[in-house]
């Protein structure tokens, strides 16, 4: 079997992450980078060594594969391309722009019976995946993502930028559809919001807390999970997971505690993570997940499977992202004299509110 001829399209930061990865898989004939920025293209030459051209449509007839790790907007044009061509795609998240735009990828892609991966890549993280094996149906969950001010994915807001993992890790363990969404959010240093914090209550009753900020002071990626077995928190950073399984006793019955002995009552808060909910920590063998991530999409186009995350899982994620946004845009401020709307917080007739508060004080 003939090695898979592969092409990375995009040699920015995390399309540079991908070529290293590729250039030591001996199952892959990695055939070059395409990227237009000359500065990007020189890097590539002089760290990795590997043919670059300025143009994708140079790499298409010599590749089976490709990876596209460009801008958000460029990801559709060229993933529909490649895929009318028959060209297996893993597509960096978020698959597209628009949901229209999502569509029309997985149909094509369905049609030529071609491979479309989107790069939610901590699906592959081990931490996570020991994590959901440790609860079944969440009632509850809360994810916190921050990072420093990078200067990469600003032609995109935090939401579709760093939540939208999350929001994918979510829909991935909740299988019910989305019931309602409560979201704001804030820019800081440009027109898309950096900071943003969103509600999710789904059909069944399960509910999600979702922070994302890409201008904090530390950088976090913790997820955690409350279910009738009990309590799973995994810092998907650190690679370690915090577990408290609900005793027999307690989980088939709520139980008032306030009606047991004066002396029970003191035990159970002395001993409450000794003796009632065992604290179990545990450290997750460190696995790369863009390596596995990788691994999945070429033995999807050599099994003739499915992968893991598959175009319609990107779109599903788009589809939330898209009614976070929705709400953050709609989330109304008021001052007292004008009211704001949206994540940068703009002013709705202001001069009119202004002037009519102005009467209302003279009268």
């Given at each position: 079997?003939?090695?898979?001829?592969?092409?990375?399209?995009?040699?920015?930061?995390?399309?540079?992450?991908?070529?290293?990865?590729?250039?030591?898989?001996?199952?892959?004939?990695?055939?070059?980078?395409?990227?237009?920025?000359?500065?990007?293209?020189a890097?590539i030459?002089?760290?990795?060594?590997?043919?670059?051209?300025?143009?994708?449509?140079?790499?298409?007839?010599?590749?089976?594969?490709?990876?596209?790790?460009?801008?958000?907007?460029?990801h559709?044009?060229?993933?529909?391309?490649?895929?009318?061509?028959?060209?297996?795609?893993?597509?960096?998240?978020?698959?597209?722009q628009?949901?229209?735009?999502?569509?029309?990828?997985?149909?094509?892609?369905?049609?030529?019976?071609?491979?479309?991966?989107?790069?939610?890549?901590?699906?592959?993280?081990?931490?996570?995946?020991?994590?959901?094996?440790?609860?079944?149906?969440?009632?509850?969950?809360?994810?916190?993502?921050?990072?420093?001010?990078?200067?990469?994915?600003?032609?995109?807001?935090v939401?579709?930028?760093?939540?939208?993992?999350?929001?994918?890790?979510?829909?991935?363990?909740?299988?019910?559809?989305?019931?309602?969404?409560?979201?704001?959010?804030?820019?800081?240093?440009?027109?898309?919001?950096?900071?943003?914090?969103?509600r999710?209550?789904?059909?069944?009753g399960?509910?999600?807390?979702?922070?994302?900020?890409?201008?904090?002071?530390?950088?976090m990626?913790?997820?955690?999970?409350?279910?009738?077995?009990?309590?799973?928190?995994?810092?998907?950073?650190?690679?370690?997971?915090?577990r408290i399984?609900?005793?027999?006793?307690?989980?088939?019955?709520?139980?008032?505690?306030?009606?047991?002995?004066?002396?029970?009552?003191?035990?159970?808060?002395?001993?409450l993570?000794?003796?009632?909910f065992?604290?179990?920590?545990?450290?997750?063998?460190?696995?790369?997940?863009?390596?596995?991530?990788?691994?999945?999409?070429?033995?999807?186009?050599?099994?003739a499977?499915?992968?893991?995350?598959?175009?319609?899982?990107?779109?599903?994620?788009?589809s939330?992202?898209e009614?976070?946004?929705?709400?953050?845009?709609?989330?109304?401020?008021?001052?007292?004299?004008?009211?704001?709307?949206?994540?940068?917080?703009?002013?709705?007739?202001?001069?009119?509110?202004?002037?009519?508060?102005?009467?209302?004080r003279?009268?």
């Amino acid at each position: 079997m003939r090695p898979l001829r592969v092409g990375i399209i995009g040699g920015g930061h995390l399309g540079r992450i991908h070529t290293r990865i590729l250039k030591s898989n001996s199952t892959i004939d990695l055939v070059g980078v395409a990227d237009p920025s000359s500065e990007a293209r020189a890097q590539i030459t002089r760290d990795l060594d590997l043919p670059v051209c300025d143009d994708y449509r140079n790499l298409r007839d010599r590749i089976d594969a490709a990876i596209i790790a460009t801008p958000t907007a460029v990801h559709y044009e060229i993933g529909i391309d490649l895929l009318n061509r028959g060209i297996d795609t893993l597509i960096e998240k978020p698959l597209c722009q628009t949901l229209q735009q999502a569509d029309h990828l997985i149909h094509t892609a369905d049609q030529q019976q071609a491979v479309l991966q989107v790069g939610h890549v901590e699906r592959f993280n081990p931490a996570f995946e020991q994590a959901v094996r440790q609860l079944s149906a969440p009632r509850y969950i809360e994810a916190q993502r921050m990072s420093r001010y990078t200067f990469r994915s600003t032609d995109i807001g935090v939401v579709s930028d760093l939540m939208i993992h999350d929001i994918d890790l979510v829909a991935s363990v909740v299988a019910s559809p989305l019931l309602e969404v409560r979201a704001v959010g804030i820019c800081v240093f440009g027109p898309q919001e950096d900071i943003a914090q969103a509600r999710l209550e789904f059909a069944n009753g399960t509910v999600a807390n979702l922070t994302a900020s890409r201008c904090s002071f530390q950088s976090m990626r913790k997820m955690s999970w409350i279910s009738e077995q009990g309590f799973v928190s995994a810092d998907l950073s650190e690679g370690t997971l915090c577990r408290i399984s609900c005793p027999e006793w307690l989980a088939t019955g709520p139980r008032d505690i306030h009606q047991l002995p004066v002396s029970t009552q003191q035990d159970i808060g002395t001993g409450l993570f000794d003796k009632i909910f065992p604290l179990d920590e545990v450290r997750v063998e460190p696995q790369n997940a863009i390596e596995r991530e990788q691994h999945d999409f070429f033995d999807a186009i050599r099994s003739a499977r499915l992968p893991r995350v598959t175009g319609r899982h990107g779109r599903q994620a788009m589809s939330i992202a898209e009614a976070i946004l929705d709400s953050i845009r709609s989330h109304r401020w008021s001052d007292g004299y004008a009211t704001r709307i949206g994540p940068q917080a703009e002013k709705i007739n202001l001069l009119g509110n202004y002037a009519t508060a102005s009467k209302r004080r003279a009268g």
